[in-house]
């Protein structure tokens, strides 16, 4: 059961003309996409934990620039409560290369028409193909509860 934390987690949307960046994890005998990202730390802002997991995984240095989408993720059994803060950011330098973490297989750009193809999570690959169409600006969105479509 629980241990009644809240795990708040980063991800960065980077684009490249119609493709987004994505990494490869394994856990669990389960291979899925995500976007780069991942736990924030104690004592670490948002932004800070985002750039840091980015060059974690990608080897890229980045600029965060908004807050675009905010979700929960909780299963029907309370087992977990995970709150995920998605922001789109822009890329300063280095070249795409798989960090070394053992969780991560691959890394790559990914064309935003193919993420409802791909085993790909949380879910929110209609809410990234919107994006794209407009721009990501506006205000941030809360797109609720996103466990129960995994």
């Known amino acids: 059961m629980s241990d009644g934390m809240i795990r708040v987690r980063v991800a960065v949307i980077l684009k ?3 493709e987004i960046l994505l990494v490869k994890h394994s856990k669990g005998g389960r291979q899925y996409w995500v976007l780069p ?3 924030v730390e ?15 995984e990608t080897n890229l240095s980045i600029k965060i620039e908004e807050l675009v989408f905010v979700s929960d993720g909780i299963p029907a059994n309370k087992a977990r409560h995970v709150v995920d803060f998605f922001f789109t950011g ?4 280095g070249e795409v290369k798989l960090g070394s973490d053992a969780i ?3 890394v790559k750009f990914v064309p935003v028409s193919e993420l ?22 506006g205000s941030a969105r809360y797109l609720g509860n996103r466990w129960e479509r995994q």
Do not use: C, M, N, T
Not at 50 to 56: G, H, I, N, S
Not at 119 to 136: D, N, R, T, V, W
């Open 42 to 56: 104690y004592g670490e802002s948002l932004a800070e934990a985002a750039v840091r997991e980015v060059k974690e």
């Open 37 to 39: 990202g991942g736990a």
């Open 16 to 18: 490249r003309g119609e």
């Open 116 to 137: 409802d193809r791909i085993s790909f999570y949380p879910e929110i690959a209609g809410e990234l193909e919107q994006g794209f169409k407009e721009g990501f600006h």
């Open 90 to 93: 822009r890329i300063l330098s």
């Open 104 to 106: 991560l297989r691959e």
